[in-house]
């Protein structure tokens, strides 16, 4: 149907002309803003101009009245600037800039429905054309629209003059002629005229035709075709892998050329595809400038903003995944770490705040920094707010490192910053940033110096449709590790001394600190390797916690293609996907956050899910502190808190009495009830003697009595607390003097044994 | 009046089914096949279908037959489906029948309700009956019980 045909074609008219808008007002804000810093520049004025007089012209033929209307003022604005009557003001460039806005959202409003939309912009068309009014006389702004594009190309008579090859008054000339008639072109024109040789005009034709090259050189292609290649080239790479693996047993030398040639060739065609994708940082950074100077505007601060490395590359879709999180951080910066130019002023800083963006490659991966020299993240702010928000108790918070406080920033529901802004601290932060990052396979951290600045990072993989991955093999099933996951490999010989067992729960010392240990075979139901003389452990991080993984073998890194699983498999929470192997088979690979949360190293709550990373953060590393060692059983070997213990006695069994089915002891006028580890906590082995080694434990204004096996000694050492290892009675497992001792949770334990007093008030 | 349908037929235990040719993609001899450890037992594993990924389901556990006899390798019928193609793994392939509507009957109540609701519905064929699978319950991995 050609009614239909038609329909079509406009619609594509009209989306042509969106993107072209969008991006034609992108670079408007950016060249207008540029223009406030070079004044005098007559490219980015001249640039400014086009970009909206584009808009206007093609808005037109659309019939878009409104826009039209609005982009003309805003026209004859910049007109004025161009025949220098008009000079650039803030207040001049902030009108021009809100015009902008209100452009974006009459395409918005047409990209939804086709229509302009009811939207009211008088207001900015009103300021607009005030910036007009002291002049009395209006300039005629009606400009035959195709000369002023043609103007991006120069004119084959400008050229010729300005190359010197005939004076202004011979081409005037020969315009003239044509202009009454004369049907030749012009370089014909002058050549007749003896005033120009063949060669200079031909000469001059080359340098315009460059110009038109340089407009014409790019290509729009959908993004979706580009994905479907990478798809196909992925393809390509598992069927070369395939092709590789036959040179091992081929010796048919043509047959190993070809295999070399397609090897070199696939690689480079991975690599090409790769690169349409990518696209310079700066495309995403250029929306900045201009969110900095509203920002900074409306909160009275001065910023100067300045970027390192804008021409990085990055896949598209983790670009598009970074936009917002990267706005979110400037804005923090601009609002929380940038001050008032007087209190700068005051602590000796010049009053321009200055906001650096840094993007560069290392290891295969994209760094981004942004970092601002303002004041810095006053960690008592935070810990004080961490405390009363209830992220931390003031107990961990007493002990986090510094390093551990910054970190308490990206706790979901924190915000330092006292009043809220409608810019920022509304609550949802840099949580939500942690977590978009996290979500593309990035890392954040955060540095701060107080009363110097502020500086965040963020490393993300450069594309994650091919990435590295380590190939394990257990229980005779191949699975592939995601290398951004992995620390390191241990391999440890003779591996029943160097992994020690804590109720089921296997840690290995790597280095001093205890790594808890999953058993992948055990975890995924694998069957068991026939004998162990040496353990593969893959160390590996999930959320801020390592774990080792326990594998049969470690087989080889290699490129895999991630490829999702079908949607009947989503339930399983430890795959990321599946890959297919050199030799066509499939391997799954293994997603190390679920993997850790489903063997609960980290909390359900932890990474993904967004909630609360920072008790991860305080588990890591419970500071310093004194603690009360003790043995239960033959084997036991426990700790408490020594600020919780009141007394150590040393009661004699036969004192020991019987109330309401509990055993007790008359103690210092009361009755204290007595807990028997041993018993509690199902170890073998307990003295039977006739001295009863006692803590007691004071709670609540009441006193508890834990019998154990021998008082060890106290020791006050600073230990790193698996809490994840958390077994009911037992808080976790540290190493104390040297050796693993597990850490009893008291306040648990009476909860157990119903002595805790809040419950026995409400029984 | 009469209408016709096109069913690609395979057998589990001796029983004939029969799925509509539209919906099959491809049928082909036994893959070598990737286990998924911890998902559900009908799902039997992951095969490579020329570089695509494809989920095979075990219909024989999906519906409650007893296992295949160790050393009989399964085909698979791969299927359409919106989100991707996937496997039903069956003990034999049968030819394409053509079938009549009006030899269509709604599954009979006495057939093992386990089974009963991946049929749709059987035909009298002049030596044996065909029974219609539901693809879609067929693949289907059972939805936890509401708990």
Same mark, same amino acid.
């Given at each position: 149907?050609?009614?239909?045909?038609?329909?079509?074609?406009?619609?594509?008219?009209?989306?042509?002309?969106?993107?072209?808008?969008?991006?034609?007002?992108?670079?408007?804000?950016?060249?207008?803003?540029?223009?406030?810093?070079?004044?005098?520049?007559?490219?980015?004025?001249?640039?400014?101009?086009?970009?909206?007089?584009?808009?206007?012209?093609?808005?037109?033929?659309?019939?878009?009245?409104?826009?039209?209307?609005?982009?003309?003022?805003?026209?004859?604005?910049?007109?004025?600037?161009?025949?220098?009557?008009?000079?650039?003001?803030?207040?001049?460039?902030?009108?021009?800039?809100?015009?902008?806005?209100?452009?974006?959202?009459?395409?918005?409003?047409?990209?939804?429905?086709?229509?302009?939309?009811?939207?009211?912009?008088?207001?900015?068309?009103?300021?607009?054309?005030?910036?007009?009014?002291?002049?009395?006389?209006?300039?005629?702004?009606?400009?035959?629209?195709?000369?002023?594009?043609?103007?991006?190309?120069?004119?084959?008579?400008?050229?010729?003059?300005?190359?010197?090859?005939?004076?202004?008054?011979?081409?005037?000339?020969?315009?003239?002629?044509?202009?009454?008639?004369?049907?030749?072109?012009?370089?014909?024109?002058?050549?007749?005229?003896?005033?120009?040789?063949?060669?200079?005009?031909?000469?001059?034709?080359?340098?315009?035709?460059?110009?038109?090259?340089?407009?014409?050189?790019?290509?729009?292609?959908?993004?979706?075709?580009?994905?479907?290649?990478?798809?196909?080239?992925?393809?390509?790479?598992?069927?070369?892998?395939?092709?590789?693996?036959?040179?091992?047993?081929?010796?048919?030398?043509?047959?190993?050329?070809?295999?070399?040639?397609?090897?070199?060739?696939?690689?480079?065609?991975?690599?090409?595809?790769?690169?349409?994708?990518?696209?310079?940082?700066?495309?995403?950074?250029?929306?900045?400038?201009?969110?900095?100077?509203?920002?900074?505007?409306?909160?009275?601060?001065?910023?100067?903003?300045?970027?390192?490395?804008?021409?990085?590359?990055?896949?598209?879709?983790?670009?598009?995944?970074?936009?917002?999180?990267?706005?979110?951080?400037?804005?923090?910066?601009?609002?929380?770490?940038?001050?008032?130019?007087?209190?700068?002023?005051?602590?000796?800083?010049?009053?321009?705040?200055?906001?650096?963006?840094?993007?560069?490659?290392?290891?295969?991966?994209?760094?981004?920094?942004?970092?601002?020299?303002?004041?810095?993240?006053?960690?008592?702010?935070?810990?004080?707010?961490?405390?009363?928000?209830?992220?931390?108790?003031?107990?961990?918070?007493?002990?986090?490192?510094?390093?551990?406080?910054?970190?308490?920033?990206?706790?979901?529901?924190?915000?330092?910053?006292?009043?809220?802004?409608?810019?920022?601290?509304?609550?949802?932060?840099?949580?939500?940033?942690?977590?978009?990052?996290?979500?593309?396979?990035?890392?954040?951290?955060?540095?701060?110096?107080?009363?110097?600045?502020?500086?965040?990072?963020?490393?993300?993989?450069?594309?994650?449709?091919?990435?590295?991955?380590?190939?394990?093999?257990?229980?005779?099933?191949?699975?592939?590790?995601?290398?951004?996951?992995?620390?390191?490999?241990?391999?440890?010989?003779?591996?029943?001394?160097?992994?020690?067992?804590?109720?089921?729960?296997?840690?290995?010392?790597?280095?001093?600190?205890?790594?808890?240990?999953?058993?992948?075979?055990?975890?995924?139901?694998?069957?068991?390797?026939?004998?162990?003389?040496?353990?593969?452990?893959?160390?590996?991080?999930?959320?801020?916690?390592?774990?080792?993984?326990?594998?049969?073998?470690?087989?080889?890194?290699?490129?895999?293609?991630?490829?999702?699983?079908?949607?009947?498999?989503?339930?399983?929470?430890?795959?990321?996907?599946?890959?297919?192997?050199?030799?066509?088979?499939?391997?799954?690979?293994?997603?190390?956050?679920?993997?850790?949360?489903?063997?609960?190293?980290?909390?359900?709550?932890?990474?993904?899910?967004?909630?609360?990373? %920072? $008790?991860?953060? +305080? =588990?890591?590393?419970?500071? #310093?502190?004194?603690? /009360? &060692?003790?043995?239960?059983?033959?084997?036991?070997?426990?700790?408490?808190?020594?600020?919780?213990?009141?007394?150590?006695?040393?009661?004699?069994?036969?004192?020991?009495?019987?109330?309401?089915?509990?055993?007790?002891?008359?103690?210092?006028?009361?009755?204290?009830?007595?807990?028997?580890?041993?018993?509690?906590?199902?170890?073998?082995?307990?003295?039977?003697?006739?001295?009863?080694?006692?803590?007691?434990?004071?709670?609540?204004?009441?006193?508890?009595?834990?019998?154990?096996?021998?008082?060890?000694?106290? %020791? $006050?050492?600073? +230990? =790193?607390?698996?809490?994840? #290892?958390?077994?009911? /009675? &037992?808080?976790?497992?540290?190493?104390?003097?040297?050796?693993?001792?597990?850490?009893?949770?008291?306040?648990?334990?009476?909860?157990?044994?119903?002595?805790?007093?809040?419950?026995?008030?409400?029984? | 009046?009469?209408?016709?349908?096109?069913?690609?037929?395979?057998?589990?235990?001796?029983?004939?089914?029969?799925?509509?040719?539209?919906?099959?993609?491809?049928?082909?001899?036994?893959?070598?096949?990737?286990?998924?450890?911890?998902?559900?037992?009908?799902?039997?594993?992951?095969?490579?279908?020329?570089?695509?990924?494809?989920?095979?389901?075990?219909?024989?556990?999906?519906?409650?037959?007893?296992?295949?006899?160790?050393?009989?390798?399964?085909?698979?019928?791969?299927?359409?489906?919106?989100?991707?193609?996937?496997?039903?793994?069956?003990?034999?392939?049968?030819?394409?029948?053509?079938?009549?509507?009006?030899?269509?009957?709604?599954?009979?109540?006495?057939?093992?309700?386990?089974?009963?609701?991946?049929?749709?519905?059987?035909?009298?064929?002049?030596?044996?009956?065909?029974?219609?699978?539901?693809?879609?319950?067929?693949?289907?991995?059972?939805?936890?019980?509401?708990?």
């Amino acid at each position: 149907m050609p009614g239909g045909e038609l329909l079509s074609e406009m619609g594509e008219i009209i989306k042509e002309f969106l993107i072209e808008s969008n991006e034609g007002l992108d670079r408007f804000d950016r060249d207008l803003m540029a223009l406030e810093q070079e004044p005098r520049s007559r490219e980015l004025l001249d640039s400014v101009f086009r970009a909206i007089h584009t808009i206007k012209g093609t808005g037109g033929v659309l019939g878009y009245k409104k826009l039209v209307a609005l982009s003309h003022v805003g026209e004859s604005v910049l007109s004025r600037m161009r025949d220098g009557t008009l000079a650039l003001t803030p207040e001049i460039a902030t009108t021009l800039l809100a015009m902008a806005d209100a452009l974006r959202s009459m395409l918005q409003q047409i990209s939804g429905d086709g229509g302009e939309g009811d939207a009211d912009h008088s207001a900015v068309q009103e300021r607009l054309a005030e910036l007009l009014i002291p002049q009395t006389q209006r300039p005629q702004l009606q400009r035959d629209p195709q000369t002023t594009i043609a103007a991006e190309v120069p004119r084959l008579g400008e050229i010729l003059v300005a190359s010197e090859v005939c004076a202004p008054e011979d081409v005037h000339v020969a315009m003239n002629q044509q202009r009454e008639g004369d049907p030749r072109r012009l370089g014909e024109i002058l050549v007749a005229a003896g005033v120009a040789e063949p060669s200079a005009i031909s000469e001059g034709l080359k340098t315009q035709s460059e110009h038109h090259e340089v407009a014409s050189n790019t290509l729009r292609v959908d993004v979706s075709l580009l994905d479907k290649l990478m798809n196909l080239v992925g393809e390509l790479v598992l069927a070369r892998n395939q092709v590789l693996q036959f040179t091992g047993t081929e010796k048919d030398s043509g047959f190993l050329g070809t295999a070399q040639r397609l090897n070199l060739i696939t690689t480079e065609l991975q690599e090409g595809v790769m690169k349409t994708r990518m696209q310079p940082i700066g495309n995403v950074w250029n929306k900045l400038p201009r969110i900095v100077r509203d920002l900074s505007v409306g909160c009275g601060k001065q910023v100067a903003v300045e970027m390192e490395g804008a021409e990085t590359e990055l896949d598209k879709t983790i670009l598009e995944a970074i936009k917002d999180p990267l706005t979110h951080m400037i804005r923090n910066a601009v609002d929380h770490g940038i001050e008032l130019p007087a209190v700068r002023t005051a602590a000796g800083k010049p009053p321009e705040g200055r906001l650096l963006l840094r993007a560069f490659h290392e290891g295969g991966q994209v760094n981004i920094e942004v970092s601002d020299d303002g004041a810095g993240i006053a960690t008592e702010k935070l810990k004080a707010r961490a405390i009363a928000k209830g992220i931390v108790v003031a107990e961990q918070a007493a002990r986090m490192s510094e390093r551990e406080l910054l970190h308490l920033a990206f706790a979901p529901g924190l915000s330092t910053i006292e009043q809220v802004s409608n810019i920022s601290g509304r609550g949802v932060g840099m949580d939500v940033v942690k977590t978009n990052i996290e979500k593309i396979g990035g890392t954040v951290d955060l540095q701060s110096v107080p009363g110097k600045g502020t500086l965040l990072r963020i490393k993300i993989p450069l594309t994650l449709a091919i990435i590295p991955a380590l190939v394990v093999t257990s229980g005779g099933e191949r699975f592939a590790i995601p290398q951004v996951s992995l620390i390191e490999l241990v391999r440890c010989d003779g591996a029943t001394r160097a992994i020690e067992d804590i109720h089921g729960a296997c840690v290995y010392r790597l280095r001093g600190s205890l790594l808890p240990l999953v058993y992948l075979n055990r975890e995924l139901r694998l069957p068991e390797p026939a004998s162990s003389e040496a353990v593969n452990i893959v160390v590996l991080q999930a959320a801020d916690r390592q774990f080792g993984l326990v594998v049969d073998e470690i087989n080889d890194t290699e490129e895999i293609v991630v490829k999702p699983l079908s949607k009947q498999l989503k339930p399983v929470s430890c795959f990321a996907g599946a890959t297919i192997m050199g030799d066509g088979a499939v391997a799954l690979i293994l997603d190390v956050l679920g993997l850790a949360q489903m063997t609960r190293v980290v909390s359900e709550s932890d990474g993904r899910s967004s909630a609360n990373r %920072a $008790d991860a953060a +305080v =588990a890591a590393a419970v500071g #310093r502190e004194s603690w /009360l &060692l003790f043995r239960v059983g033959q084997q036991g070997r426990m700790a408490v808190p020594l600020s919780l213990v009141s007394r150590l006695e040393e009661f004699a069994a036969d004192d020991v009495e019987r109330a309401a089915g509990h055993e007790v002891i008359q103690y210092r006028g009361r009755v204290m009830p007595l807990i028997r580890l041993g018993a509690v906590l199902g170890y073998e082995g307990t003295d039977a003697g006739s001295k009863l080694p006692v803590v007691v434990y004071s709670s609540h204004g009441r006193n508890v009595g834990l019998v154990v096996d021998e008082i060890l000694d106290i %020791a $006050d050492e600073s +230990v =790193a607390v698996e809490q994840d #290892r958390h077994t009911g /009675l &037992l808080r976790g497992a540290a190493v104390l003097q040297q050796r693993v001792t597990d850490l009893l949770d008291v306040p648990a334990l009476l909860a157990a044994q119903r002595l805790n007093e809040e419950q026995g008030a409400r029984a | 009046m009469k209408q016709r349908r096109q069913l690609c037929t395979f057998y589990l235990e001796r029983l004939m089914f029969g799925v509509e040719v539209e919906k099959v993609q491809e049928v082909i001899r036994y893959q070598a096949m990737t286990r998924i450890p911890l998902a559900p037992g009908v799902i039997a594993g992951l095969i490579n279908l020329r570089g695509q990924i494809v989920t095979a389901v075990d219909l024989r556990r999906q519906m409650g037959m007893s296992p295949r006899p160790a050393g009989e390798l399964p085909m698979n019928v791969v299927v359409r489906r919106e989100d991707g193609p996937v496997s039903m793994l069956v003990d034999e392939i049968g030819e394409v029948v053509e079938v009549d509507e009006q030899s269509f009957e709604p599954a009979p109540d006495t057939l093992d309700s386990r089974r009963r609701e991946f049929i749709g519905g059987v035909y009298k064929l002049k030596d044996k009956l065909l029974l219609l699978l539901d693809t879609e319950k067929a693949v289907a991995t059972v939805e936890p019980e509401a708990a």
